[in-house]
């Protein structure tokens, strides 16, 4: 437990992706592989074409790879039963095959925070224009199967 709550957050965690909207001025925060786009028109009638608002926060990113092994974190995907990688590069700690987290920054997964794993977002601010229709907030449970602009197409 943390910090006298209820919740365990040694094993626990989460992603999160956030905007704030001023005018035309959006800001987005994000920690992990939640993630935001904005969907925008290029041309008249034409379809609408995604831009990523954030960055995923994911282990083999160079400077992700560089804070978690810089703290004595490995960055490699699992392994099956021949040793050969399957899925995506986790996080783990140096001598243990766990937690095995798919994203380099989480709020919470208290265990993986000695090797790098931070709950610092990620901010970025941008000035929306006409073009620009909607946007998606999401959790990687979308982004795990749908791209971008498939979103964006939907």
Known sequence: MSRGTAIDCANSGSTAVVGLLQGQELTTAWVGD?????GS??????GW???DLSKDHKPDDDAEFLRITG???RV????????QPVGPARVWLPHADY??????RALGDLVARPVGVVPVPDIRTEQ????????VFASDGVWEFLSSQEVASL
């Open 128 to 135: 929306l224009s006409r073009q620009d229709g909607f946007l």
């Open 71 to 73: 703290r004595g974190g």
């Open 49 to 51: 074409v995604a831009r």
């Open 99 to 104: 937690p095995g987290l798919a994203m380099s």
């Open 41 to 46: 028109r290029v041309s008249s009638g034409s």
């Open 34 to 38: 939640s993630r935001a786009i904005v």
């Open 76 to 83: 490699m995907s699992s392994r099956n039963g021949r040793g």
